[in-house]
């Protein structure tokens, strides 16, 4: 997916580490690692290597256990209780109507799409980088108002002036290799005056084949806040929050200028 799991290993430590991609070839960016660098005999610390392929799932089951881990509670109990919830709180930030066409980035098998296109009848791109959930997602929304891309085909979709009027990012930025990239992105996709509701983790949680989750130091809402103007920022009730991410976490509006 572009992102969807909270990292169980991770702190906020700021030994540096440089993460490295398998595929395409890498490009480097710092990060700042769960535990201690693995030895390096030339003083530097030693490479980590993005690992995307967590989030490669076989079944719906597999999908909604690492789409929603337990953090204090459990996968089934946050998605029986988290969803409706969110859905109430996507639709006061962003009003969908029939009409709205809406973006869910990092959509995983749709959990979103699914509650949103039977509240509202919307409809809804999701865009995810793992193509299993991408294949999986139509299953579980069984709608014909869904559909799931690729970040490269929407890529193309924008290039060819395609816009949403709203977006979503649950639970994603934080996992994002490049996370400016993809802000970037949410943002060409939407028109001017757009909407965008994000719920993210405070820290990241960067997937890695060495030491499993890196938080990078990077500050996803500051990132957020230079391509759009904040219009609303919150928590979520505790009572809808799994215990271990209570004091780690916001949900926010942002706008597109006009």
């Not at 700042?32 to 993005?50: M, Q, R």
């Not at 076989?58 to 909604?64: D, F, M, P, T, V």
């Not at 859905?87 to 949103?116: F, H, P, S």
Request: net charge negative; proline share 7%.
């Amino acid at each position: 997916m572009v992102g969807f799991l909270f990292g169980h290993r991770f702190s906020n430590s700021r030994q540096a580490l440089i993460l490295m991609q398998d595929q395409p070839p890498p490009d480097s960016a710092n990060l700042h690692g769960a535990d201690s660098p693995p030895p390096a005999t030339d003083g530097k610390p030693a490479p980590l290597t993005y690992n995307p392929e967590i989030f490669d799932v076989g079944s719906i089951e597999a999908a909604r256990q690492i789409i929603l881990t337990g953090e204090g509670s459990t996968p089934d109990e946050r998605w029986e209780s988290e969803t409706p919830y969110l859905a109430d709180a996507i639709q006061n930030a962003l009003e969908i109507t029939a009409d709205t066409v809406l973006i869910d980035y990092g959509c995983g098998i749709g959990r979103m799409a699914k509650e949103l296109i039977r509240r509202h009848g919307c409809r809804v791109i999701g865009v995810d980088i793992s193509n299993n959930m991408r294949i999986l997602a139509p299953n579980y929304v069984q709608s014909s108002r869904f559909l799931a891309c690729s970040p490269e085909m929407l890529d193309m979709l924008l290039a060819r002036n395609f816009v949403a009027d709203a977006a979503i990012s649950i639970w994603v930025l934080q996992h994002c290799l490049r996370p400016a990239e993809d802000i970037d992105r949410i943002y060409r996709s939407l028109a001017p005056g757009g909407g965008l509701f994000v719920l993210n983790n405070l820290y990241r949680a960067v997937p890695t084949k060495e030491k499993y989750w890196v938080n990078d130091g990077l500050d996803i809402k500051s990132l957020l806040c230079d391509r759009f103007s904040m219009a609303m920022e919150g928590k979520p009730a505790e009572d809808k929050t799994p215990r271990d991410l209570r004091d780690i976490i916001f949900w926010a509006k942002f706008l597109k200028p006009d």
